[in-house]
């Protein structure tokens, strides 16, 4: 079954070689004449023709990074690069997505019935849930039984004409089923072998499995999340998930740098426990220099004034004035010319010390006043605000952003 829509072309005969440049999407319908055991999935249509079907600015974003012209058109950083990706839900098929929007080839392998998440339903979207299609763009896709043996042998083809390989099946699956480390770069010494873990690689729970909440819970971030005086509560992302994907895509850019150098293969171990701890690294320093358990705040970070949201008269609106600068820039904006010159509030300690006062202040000055009135004041002082905006409303913000002031953002927070 071919994909509908734009000319695809079939994949070349396997074993794959290592492509010049990044091929012209492809339908997969022949490809079964050159696997045993390969099908399309359905929905995998969609999955080959998702370039043409994200928003323009996303693609010009992946299609023309800044600095990689040419007199020809853009060549992307990972024009080349083929990667086969043996993952599934949304950790490892992150990776994939990073790399092919970078420009590698991507082939996604999934089981007969295709990827777990695929089956995330309700909704369905262009038949599968959206889930699946979040975190699989850009991509090729074939179907492998690898409990059989041709489907094992169909894999290692694939593997020798890749650069790299990603993995996050359960922990010691890919052991049992001889695709390991080990037996993957003995295939192909020049792989980087991406091994997506759970709990690590090493100690008594590395072969234990998990998903995104478990983490949340396990680490310490749920805990860190919600009201003070409340129950801990689940990031409304899937932080773990999205990030370590993220660290994993660093990682195999990291292996493909070290490979120029010494024309071997590397194996790169990350896991979700670590990127969840990880991403608690301001509150266990935090935790380490005072003894004490961080203290939840339900919109900004107990430790910086000001770092948070309040009301306004038709919404709520979130205020990042966390340096010096910033807050006399917001003391001005708003005709408080003591937060801008008293030495009572210079430096973030002092503000600490009044920070019930200031946003109490604050709180009556904005309740009179709509968030968008509110917007275009701190635009126009420097001052990093922002609505705090639903999905359908976040999709309707300009390109950029278009509100929360510029000036001085620098990241953020104090956590």
């Not at 369905?124 to 299609?133: E, I, K, Q, S």
């Not at 003070?228 to 993220?246: E, F, H, I, K, W």
């Amino acid at each position: 079954m071919a994909a509908s829509g734009p000319d695809l072309s079939p994949l070349p005969p396997l074993p794959l070689p290592r492509p010049k440049a990044v091929p012209a999407m492809h339908s997969i319908a022949a490809a079964s004449a050159h696997l045993p055991n390969m099908r399309l999935l359905p929905g995998c249509a969609i999955l080959l023709q998702s370039r043409v079907r994200r928003p323009a600015a996303l693609h010009q974003a992946a299609c023309a990074p800044a600095g990689l012209g040419t007199k020809g058109g853009w060549r992307m950083p990972l024009s080349g690069v083929r990667v086969v990706e043996l993952a599934q839900i949304i950790a490892g098929p992150v990776v994939g997505q990073v790399l092919a929007e970078l420009g590698a080839d991507v082939i996604k392998v999934e089981r007969p019935e295709g990827d777990e998440s695929r089956r995330w339903t309700p909704p369905v979207w262009f038949g599968a849930a959206p889930t699946f299609h979040g975190v699989n763009r850009s991509k090729r896709s074939v179907s492998l039984d690898l409990t059989q043996e041709d489907g094992r042998a169909g894999l290692l083809k694939l593997v020798r004409g890749a650069d790299v390989f990603v993995q996050n099946l359960r922990p010691g699956v890919t052991a049992k089923l001889g695709l390991g480390p080990a037996a993957l770069l003995r295939e192909n010494p020049r792989l980087v072998y991406c091994d997506m873990g759970a709990f690590g690689h090493k100690g008594p729970k590395r072969l234990d499995p998990g998903f995104e909440v478990l983490f949340q819970a396990f680490s310490g971030l749920m805990d860190n999340t919600g009201d003070p005086d409340g129950q801990p509560m689940r990031m409304g992302a899937a932080v773990c998930d999205m990030s370590t994907g993220l660290w994993t895509a660093v990682g195999a850019l990291a292996g493909l740098r070290q490979r120029e150098t010494t024309g071997k293969g590397v194996v790169v171990n990350t896991s979700l426990l670590e990127t969840a701890m990880f991403l608690l690294t301001t509150q266990f320093v935090s935790h380490k220099a005072t003894g004490k358990r961080p203290v939840r705040h339900p919109t900004g970070s107990p430790r910086v004034v000001v770092f948070e949201a309040f009301d306004a008269a038709d919404g709520r609106i979130l205020i990042t004035a966390a340096t010096d600068r910033l807050f006399k820039r917001l003391g001005l904006a708003l005709g408080r010319s003591d937060w801008a010159e008293s030495p009572a509030f210079e430096g973030n300690a002092a503000r600490m010390e009044r920070h019930g006062e200031i946003v109490r202040d604050l709180q009556a000055v904005l309740a009179a006043g709509r968030v968008r009135e509110w917007m275009e004041v701190f635009e126009a002082a420097g001052v990093p605000a922002s609505p705090i905006n639903n999905l359908a409303e976040a999709l309707q913000e300009p390109p950029g952003g278009g509100g929360g002031g510029g000036g001085g953002g620098g990241g953020g927070g104090g956590g």
